[in-house]
């Protein structure tokens, strides 16, 4: 015998067709559900809505003196369902799941959703895989959102931090030069964010968080700069310029390669300098925080680019020539201000007597040497080849971003 159902008085008005529905949900496609009714008229709604799903239904006498519908479950999608579209899997690591190509169509839906058709086209500019993907962008969310860190709670804004003017005046110096540079590491990926197609939403909240990680950098490197009573220190041309190639930059790939690969992957050397070397702890906290998430900011960029260049060789050749491209469109500037290497030098140095600078000065050229060869591994990394990869290293901008 058929399952069967009763909708005793309800009519299709008040929700039959939902007790219908879920009954048809427990067959399989070609069996027949019974329903019965006690109330008035219910058969002809419920064959329109029967007509309207793609389910034949007949209607013959129940044997109990009240009218039966046999309702054979279809095939074929009716309804909203009808023409629909399939949209890959919840699960990144499933077959099929993140697919080559996302549909304009499919818009602001879950991935895995099926999506009516008709629905609007949302012009999402990056909706190739390729273009944007890293298979471990699920990891490092979730690594980035464990590792979220509070500035008034993190730093201790409270540690002692009386220090003599000319060192106060070279952190206010480096952080002016922190805030800028973070500045642009916060516009280029959200610039990019509302670019992205959501189908590849692993991205789309990795980036999300690096936006909000270098809003708190910015937080922090502003409020040390206003520790003491002081203003921010000097801005240049040179660096604004070589700042405005990250944020001018129209390539995902590209900009990922210049601003993570290349420009955060260098800050992360100076931050652990800064941490070494900073005169007071809340500088030293400042920057051992802020490394540590640049860190997995430079991570995905070389996981994305990485496979981007596995699946699309040729990607390597053009983000050399984007290196000298932006080397020649700089070279008329003058790179890393004055005062930011002085400043280095001094808080390296620790005091300002004659063997204290020389020693100083030497740290800072050690750390140059570090940011060139750090630079130099993830362009072999990559896949640039021995004196390919360290003239290119040589080759990033002066300003270290």
């Given amino acids: 015998m058929p399952p069967t159902i009763d909708i005793d008085s309800l009519g299709f008005d008040a929700g039959a067709h939902l007790v219908v529905k879920l009954a048809l949900g427990r067959v399989a496609v070609g069996e027949v559900l019974e329903v019965r009714g006690q109330g008035e008229g219910w058969q002809g709604p419920l064959a329109a809505w029967c007509r309207s799903q793609g389910h034949p239904v007949a209607f013959e006498d129940g044997g ?43 818009g602001l839906a879950a991935r895995g959703a099926t999506v009516e058709a008709g629905s609007p086209a949302f012009a999402f500019r990056l909706t190739r895989r390729e273009d944007v993907w890293a298979d471990s962008a699920a990891t490092l969310y979730a690594e980035a959102v464990a590792a979220q860190w509070n500035a008034d709670t993190a730093i201790d804004w409270q540690a002692p931090c009386d220090l003599p003017d000319e060192v106060e005046d070279a952190v206010v110096q480096v952080m002016t030069y922190m805030v800028e540079n973070e500045n642009a590491a916060l516009v280029v990926p959200a610039r990019f964010l509302g670019q992205l197609h959501p189908h590849f939403r692993e991205v789309q909240a990795l980036l999300a968080i690096q936006v909000a990680d270098e809003a708190r950098h910015i937080d922090v490197f502003t409020r040390r700069i206003a520790l003491k009573g002081r203003q921010p220190g000097l801005s240049t041309a040179g660096g604004q310029a070589s700042l405005k190639t990250l944020v001018d930059e129209p390539d995902f790939s590209t900009a990922q390669f210049l601003l993570a690969v290349l420009g955060e992957g260098t800050f992360v050397s100076l931050l652990n300098f800064l941490h070494h070397h900073a005169p007071d702890p809340v500088t030293r906290q400042i920057a051992r925080l802020a490394a540590r998430d640049e860190a997995r900011h430079v991570a995905f960029g070389m996981a994305h680019l990485g496979q981007h260049i596995a699946l699309e060789p040729a990607l390597l050749a053009r983000l050399g020539n984007a290196v000298e491209a932006r080397y020649e469109h700089l070279a008329g500037t003058s790179g890393l201000n004055e005062e930011v290497f002085d400043a280095l030098i001094l808080l390296a140095a ?31 990394k990559l896949g640039f080849q021995g004196e390919s990869a360290r003239r290119l290293a040589s080759l990033h901008t002066r300003n270290f971003m």
């Fill in 64 to 106: 109990d003196g009240r009218p039966c519908a046999r309702i054979t479950r279809g095939a074929v999608q009716a309804g909203r369902w009808r023409g629909a579209a399939a949209t890959g899997a919840i699960d990144p690591g499933a077959d099929g799941a993140v697919r080559a190509e996302a549909d304009a169509r499919w």
């Fill in 350 to 380: 620790g005091s300002s007597e004659p063997a204290a600078i020389a020693a100083g000065y030497a740290r800072v050229q050690e750390l140059l040497q570090d940011m060139a060869r750090g630079r130099e591994a993830r362009l072999a």
